[in-house]
Nanobody, 118 residues
Framework: VQLQASGGGLVQAGGSLRLSCAAS????????MDWYRQAPGKQREVVAS????????NYADSVKGRFTISRDNAKNTVYLQMNSLKPEDTAVYYC????????????WGQGTLVTVSS
């Protein structure tokens, strides 16, 4: 499985972005998918997770009510809809694929930069 994240960019506070993570290979639908982010000087943070069948879970407290993870297994793509963006959401966002119940990633993408200006 290869992952390609896209959709990042520069947005003003309060704005929205939709990130996409396109996967190659038919095994995508078997994996749990995470969106996680890394900001300069901060630890990596899992933003949201979604089960292979589509149930979302594990939203970070900092994004609850603002971000929504979803997936389309027919398109081999996972999405992150980000609304009401804040400057503290600025980070490189990555998607990762892991086997159910595992915490380590089997595959991850190259990341897409999200910059939120105040």
């Amino acid at each position: 499985v290869q992952l390609q994240a896209s959709g990042g960019g520069l947005v003003q506070a309060g704005g929205s972005l939709r990130l996409s993570c396109a996967a190659s290979g038919s095994a995508f639908r078997f994996y749990y998918m995470d969106w996680y982010r890394q900001a300069p000087g901060k630890q990596r943070e899992v933003v949201a997770s979604i089960r292979s069948g589509g149930g979302a879970f594990n939203y970070a407290d900092s994004v609850k009510g603002r971000f929504t993870i979803s997936r389309d297994n027919a398109k081999n793509t996972v999405y992150l809809q980000m609304n009401s963006l804040k400057p503290e959401d600025t980070a490189v966002y990555y998607c990762g694929a892991r086997k159910p119940k595992n915490l380590e990633y089997d595959y991850w993408g190259q990341g897409t930069l999200v910059t939120v200006s105040s």
